[in-house]
T-cell receptor, first 112, second 112 residues
Framework: EDQVTQSPEALRLQEGESSSLNCSYT??????LFWYRQDPGKGPEFLFT???AGEEKEKERLKATLTKKESFLHITAPKPEDSATYLC?????????????FGQGTTLQVKP | DTEVTQTPKHLVMGMTNKKSLKCEQH?????MYWYKQKAKKPPELMFV???????INESVPSRFSPECPNSSLLNLHLHALQPEDSALYLC???????????FGPGTRLTVL
């Protein structure tokens, strides 16, 4: 069964304290891995798509990387406005159905 | 422009009411989705429309009825809902089914 697991569930950082969020996946035939940011009561905001092992994407203080078993979202020198829930999702399987399998998310709190 | 709009933002309805949620995108995307999200949980896929045809129904109860009038619009018709159907309902769209999905802000639904 396809599965996506995110760790940790919650992370508290001081402003400027860099860290990484993990997304491990067990799927048959990865078609794409997606990172989203979600603020309370709002829809998920698309951050990155990764398609193959070794691929990296960057946006401001965020950098996403992908291996054959997991993805990391590195946050460099975070600011309080980076506080949110970060969701990882994968598309997998023999056909392009569009179905995303989400992890449970990591809730990040950055304190000033 | 990567905007998906949803109306209304909030909806309170009784169990005997009939209401509709609306979603619109003008990005030329050909795939559109409905998700349901409960508090502190990831979004759960309900329906996928690809090129205006229903391609996935994730065993959703018949009290939820999707409709795709054209490539830019997606509706979700609600009838005889239960209190446990209270949730954030998210619409998303993508260029095609294997591409990144862009989410709208959601409709907060409360069933009394």
């Amino acid at each position: 069964e396809d599965q996506v697991t995110q760790s940790p569930e919650a992370l508290r950082l001081q402003e400027g304290e860099s860290s990484s969020l993990n997304c491990s996946y067990t799927v048959s035939g990865l078609r794409g891995l997606f990172w989203y940011r979600q603020d309370p009561g709002k829809g998920p905001e698309f951050l990155f798509t990764l398609y193959s092992a070794g691929e990296e994407k960057e946006k401001e203080r965020l950098k996403a990387t992908l291996t054959k078993k997991e993805s990391f979202l590195h946050i460099t020198a975070p600011k309080p406005e980076d506080s949110a829930t970060y969701l990882c999702a994968v598309q997998a399987g023999p056909s392009n159905t569009g179905k995303l399998i989400f992890g449970q998310g990591t809730t990040l709190q950055v304190k000033p | 422009d990567t905007e998906v709009t949803q109306t209304p933002k909030h909806l309170v309805m009784g169990m005997t009411n009939k209401k509709s949620l609306k979603c619109e995108q003008h990005m030329g995307h050909r795939a559109m989705y409905w998700y349901k999200q409960k508090a502190k949980k990831p979004p759960e896929l309900m329906f996928v429309y690809s090129y205006e045809k229903l391609s996935i129904n994730e065993s959703v109860p018949s009290r939820f009825s999707p409709e795709c009038p054209n490539s830019s619009l997606l509706n979700l018709h609600l009838h005889a809902l239960q209190p446990e159907d209270s949730a954030l309902y998210l619409c998303a769209s993508s260029q095609d089914t294997p591409r990144a999905q862009y989410f709208g802000p959601g409709t907060r639904l409360t069933v009394l």
